[in-house]
């Protein structure tokens, strides 16, 4: 059989490949995706989609159903510790993660769970032409200076050779891509492993109000946790095992009845419907690129499951990866901008790796006041130190507070804007082009734009605010920093790559270096 060609191959169908697939073939890169599971799990997994990575869906089409996608879980709210769901509860944090930010994103956060999330990306890729391919395995992968070749089985096992000019391993904290590059997972590794046991049971009678997630603690199953599913009467139970002891085939349907009995307390019906092995554990890899293989998600970093942090850091790294890909290949951007990939997204996952550890073990101890790291600055406020930023750049990803302007490195703050007699944000603009926004006097830099993007064939779009877009609060200047002659260029991720608070001379060269720098580009 001949060697198929394409330009990406993403390994991995879970949060960090999916929307690679996704954002990738929106910008017309040929994308095709593998991965050994028959399509998307039953088991609801990561739930809780923040504000940032609504902010990415909403380009896309994607925020509302994703919201009404999520509505099962409306009524829910807050941590419940307890012996059994049938005994008294004990609300150990309470939940304000869904609170309007109307001055800071047009974006809520939305409770939907992975299971419910999955096919909505699936088939907003596919639409866009991503080649979505499950039951393939992806056997091996030999990396070159050109282009990555990789061997998969199909569903038949019947082998066949890939070969595409970039991988992005999407394959998980057990995958193999990254080790096999070379690419080593620093940190303290698994730190438990845990069976996820999917049950139907009728609990309206012990349930009366819905939270978030329970932690149970009892003398028949030790420490679990217990979580709603997007379906009706359908429930999650978790429990640790040793895998050095025993293996998920001795999860029979009746000892998960046993366990799921031991957890809810009361005589119930239980009919037990999946069993799946999972490992928590803690690690970052000490590159995220090796060459043309480029990781994504739990492959490149892992954390506890507390505040989905981990399936929201999948999303943005698939997003700050794609951009970069899709330049490099349309030949604007140099080798060197896919390094700002790991130059950016690293240090944030470092942090999230420090942060999440410590509410885990906080919120299973049974303790408050670790919030150390307000959510809303988890959510929005990461920053970018990077050769893709110009300017000086914040020295840590996150602060105490949100930035208080556009200054480079920052994520673009919140506008609203009325174009073409519709109401948008900025970020509706920011999917796949760079976006120079400018005051109402500024023909210039619009016109320098055009001229620009004619000249480098980089994709730019140049707006005044006041004109072209019109800024129904009044907000844009203060909050950019720019006065009405100057200008602020946002990348296609929505965040500050330059600003120039007032006008300069030459502005279609200025833009150009600036371009030029960024990109790393060789026009």
């Not at 944030?348 to 101890?365: E, H, K, S, Y």
Request: glycine share 10%; aromatic share 6%.
């Amino acid at each position: 059989m001949p060697t198929e060609q394409t330009e990406v191959l993403v390994v991995g169908g879970g949060y960090a490949g999916l929307t690679a697939a996704l954002f990738l073939a929106h910008q017309g890169v040929r994308t095709v995706l593998v991965d050994r599971s028959p399509g998307a799990s039953i088991q609801g997994r990561a739930r809780g989609i923040n504000q940032r990575t609504m902010e990415l869906y909403r380009p896309y089409g994607l925020e509302e159903p994703i919201r009404a996608a999520g509505r099962p879980f409306d009524d829910e709210s807050g941590v419940v510790r307890c012996t059994t769901l049938s005994g008294p509860w004990t609300w150990v944090l309470a939940d304000d993660t869904r609170k309007p930010l109307p001055e800071l994103t047009a974006c809520e956060f939305g409770m939907a769970d992975q299971r419910s999330v999955e096919p909505l990306l699936i088939a907003a890729a596919s639409e866009r032409g991503a080649d979505i391919r499950f039951r393939h395995r992806c056997l091996r992968v030999a990396a070159d200076d050109d282009g990555v070749t990789a061997t998969v089985a199909g569903p038949d096992g019947a082998e066949q050779t890939l070969r595409c000019s970039y991988l992005v391993a999407a394959d998980g904290f057990r995958g193999a891509i990254g080790p096999a590059a070379g690419i080593v997972r620093e940190g303290v590794g698994t730190t438990q492993n845990w069976v996820t046991i999917l049950i139907r049971a009728d609990l309206s009678q012990i349930i009366r109000q819905r939270a978030m997630f329970w932690i149970v603690v009892n003398d028949e199953i030790g420490q679990g946790s217990f979580l709603t599913t997007s379906e009706p009467d359908q429930w999650a139970v978790s429990v640790a095992w040793d895998p050095a002891t025993e293996t998920v085939a001795d999860f029979t349907a009746e000892r998960c009845a046993r366990i799921a009995a031991s957890v809810i307390g009361a005589g119930v019906p239980v009919e037990v419907l999946d069993v799946a092995a999972w490992r928590e554990a803690v690690g970052v890899t000490d590159r995220f690129r090796s060459g043309r293989v480029l990781l994504a998600g739990d492959s490149a970093h892992v954390w506890p499951p507390a505040g989905a942090m981990g399936a929201n850091a999948a999303v943005q790294d698939a997003h700050n990866l794609a951009w970069k890909l899709a330049l490099r290949l349309r030949g604007v951007a140099g080798d060197r901008l896919l390094d700002t990939y790991e130059q950016e997204r690293r240090p944030v996952a470092l942090a999230l790796a420090d942060i999440t550890v410590r509410r885990q073990r906080a919120r299973f101890g049974g303790e408050s006041g670790f919030e150390d790291v307000d959510d809303v600055v988890l959510a929005l406020g990461q920053r970018y130190r990077s050769a893709a930023v110009l300017g000086d750049g914040p020295d840590v990803p996150y602060g105490s507070d949100l930035p208080a302007d556009a200054a480079p490195g920052t994520r673009a703050p919140h506008v609203w804007l009325d174009h073409d007699d519709r109401r948008i944000t900025v970020h509706d603009l920011c999917h796949d082009s760079f976006v120079l926004l400018t005051g109402a006097t500024g023909d210039a830099w619009t016109t320098a734009a055009a001229r620009c993007a004619e000249r480098t064939g980089v994709p730019l779009t140049a707006f005044r605010v006041g004109a072209d877009l019109l800024d129904p609060e009044g907000v844009w200047e203060q909050r950019y920093g720019c006065r009405p002659d100057g200008a602020v260029l946002l990348r296609p991720d929505g965040y500050i790559a330059w600003r120039s608070p007032g006008p300069v001379d030459g502005r279609a060269e200025v833009l150009t270096g600036v371009l030029r720098e960024v990109l790393a580009g060789a026009f």
